[in-house]
């Protein structure tokens, strides 16, 4: 039972360079979640996708985008990667037809951006 | 707005000692309501659920929590603090009402307790 699988674990990027967080899920969930966890901030909301071929913006989504691949992946795309994206990202996903179960995360990202 | 509170940034028990985490929401209808765990350096865990029914859920670890409607709060507890419960501990609601049904999370709290 692998749930929510997320690569890289950890990454060390330059200031300006690209790269792409990604995250599986085998749970057949229809939604899942980008979040990032910074000191004192709490879990905030990147962006979501509610079901395959959506995704719209959470709260803090300047500086990213996303891609529903399929059901099973969601990934996160930094373009210009900027000292203040340094975060722990976590990907997750939930049922949200079902009787409300919450939400299943991943084992995070750990991104410095220098 | 709809909000989640969680007043303690830190929670300081003995081992052995009862523990309360608070969180208290603010959210139109009735939602659901969890509880998340996350040890150092993990992802966070689930660990219990209030959907409906008896106000008092148990949940993973010896974990449980008590739903009070008309407080707006759902506090974690646990009759006896283990050194290894020391984690940072999120509250989430998830609204039933309206379009956005998205979980509301707290900023956390961080449990330690002490040996």
């Known amino acids: 039972n692998a749930g929510v699988t997320q690569n890289p674990k950890f990454q060390v990027l330059k200031t300006g360079q690209s790269m792409t967080l990604q995250c599986a899920q085998d749970?057949?969930?229809?939604?899942m979640y980008w979040y990032r966890q910074d000191p004192g901030m709490g879990l905030r909301l990147i962006y979501y996708?509610?079901?395959?071929?959506?995704?719209d913006k959470g709260e803090v989504p300047n500086g990213y985008n996303v891609s529903r691949l399929n059901k099973r992946e969601f990934s996160l795309r930094l373009e210009s990667a900027a000292p203040s994206q340094t975060s722990v990202y976590f990907c997750?996903?939930?049922?949200?037809?079902?009787?409300?179960?919450?939400?299943?995360f991943g084992q995070g990202t750990r991104l410095t951006v220098v | 707005a709809q909000s989640v509170a969680q007043p303690e940034d830190q929670v300081n028990v003995a081992e052995g000692n009862p523990l309360t985490v608070k969180c208290t929401y603010s959210?139109?209808?009735?939602?659901?309501l969890f509880w998340y765990v996350q040890y150092p350096n993990r992802g966070l865990q689930f660990l219990l659920k209030?959907?409906?029914?008896d106000n008092l859920v148990k949940g993973s670890y010896g974990f449980e929590a008590e739903f009070n409607k008309s407080q707006t709060s759902f506090h974690l507890k646990k009759p006896s603090a283990l050194v290894s419960d020391s984690a940072l501990y999120f509250c989430?609601?998830?609204?039933?009402?309206?379009?956005?049904?998205?979980?509301?999370w707290g900023l956390g709290t961080s449990l330690a307790v002490n040996p």
């Open positions: 997750a996903s939930s049922q949200e037809t079902g009787v409300g179960f919450g939400a299943f």
């Open positions: 749970m057949n969930h229809n939604s």
């Open positions: 996708s509610a079901s395959e071929g959506t995704t």
């Open positions: 959210v139109s209808g009735n939602p659901y």
């Open positions: 209030y959907i409906t029914g």
């Open positions: 989430a609601v998830r609204p039933n009402a309206g379009n956005n049904r998205k979980l509301i």
